[in-house]
């Protein structure tokens, strides 16, 4: 019998100012903003996280402001990317998981992590971080109960039930671009991550988990340009073979979760559009 995926395509991040009056109607507060995206697409990538520990009290607000059958992607802290280097990371992982992340419930999607550019593939680092991360909501709570005192009245250490967690990896040195590493995800059960960054970082097309994880970038010019018809026909037929499983060599298909990262223009939200028209 045929396994089908599900694609959902939505935006990384919602709050920027140059798309009120474009993508946002005039006269929209910005509190309201996350719920009217929420409303056209099937996820939202949140960035937030990536830049410092939230509160639960603000996944909670948006898990609230989003419609029951929304997922958000949720981005790993840039303190265990970019600061510790995924080494040394089991209290910083603690905290991460303790600021509010479980607070989502049902509707936290896959987390994501992402290496800076010049981060090169070191298979024991690498294995030793991904044996770390939590695979259920449950296994997340625990860990979560490790955080250490600055967390202490302001972290979420609780679930209402058990979840599976995914996890994808996104990568930008060419030192990751080999089978070794593919295997390693593989065996970890991680997903790498296809990103269109207009050439400047590898885009790698490996199939190392049960879903598939796409950030789009910009194709020119990144986080800029926007993407042409001819260019959003490809990547929907690209994701229609990974959803049915005929792009797939074990012909099983595979949950897709695509971002549009090309915010400063504005192109992001109406590609994402563009693109759901095509996938329907």
């Known amino acids: 019998m045929a396994v089908s995926g599900v694609a ?7 709050r920027y100012a140059p798309w009120r009056g474009e993508f946002y109607p005039h006269g929209l507060v910005q ?22 520990l939230q509160r639960p009290s603000s996944y909670e607000r948006w898990r609230d402001e989003t419609p029951q059958s929304f997922v958000f992607s949720v981005k790993g802290g840039r303190f265990i990317t970019h600061m510790l280097s995924l080494r040394n990371t089991e209290q910083a992982l603690a905290n991460f998981f303790a600021s509010g992340v479980l607070a989502l419930g049902s509707k936290l999607g896959p987390v994501l992590w992402q290496l800076p550019e010049r981060t090169r593939f070191d298979a024991v680092v690498l294995d030793a971080f991904l044996s770390l991360l939590p695979r259920s ?58 990103a269109d960054t207009a050439g400047r970082w590898p885009e790698v097309r490996e199939f190392t988990s049960d879903f598939m994880y796409v950030r789009l970038h910009g194709a020119e010019e990144l986080y800029s340009s926007g993407y042409t018809d001819a260019a959003l026909d490809a990547w929907a ?29 504005v192109h992001a939200p109406f590609d994402a559009m563009h693109l759901i028209e095509r996938l329907r």
């Open 8 to 14: 959902r395509v939505g935006i990384s991040g919602w």
């Open 237 to 265: 037929r690209d994701i229609r073979g990974w959803i049915d499983g005929s792009g797939c060599p074990d012909g099983r298909g595979r949950d897709v979760y695509v971002y549009f990262d090309n915010d400063m223009e």
């Open 137 to 194: 909501t449950k296994q997340a709570a625990a860990l979560a109960k490790n955080h250490d005192a600055r967390l202490d009245g302001r972290a979420l250490t609780d679930v209402d039930r058990d979840r599976p967690i995914r996890h994808a990896l996104e990568v930008r040195h060419p030192s990751f671009v080999t089978q070794e590493a593919a295997a390693l995800l593989h065996r970890r059960d991680v997903a790498l991550v296809v």
């Open 31 to 52: 509190r309201e903003e996350l719920s009217y995206a929420a409303r056209r697409f099937g996820s939202i990538e949140l960035n937030g996280s990536f830049y410092s």
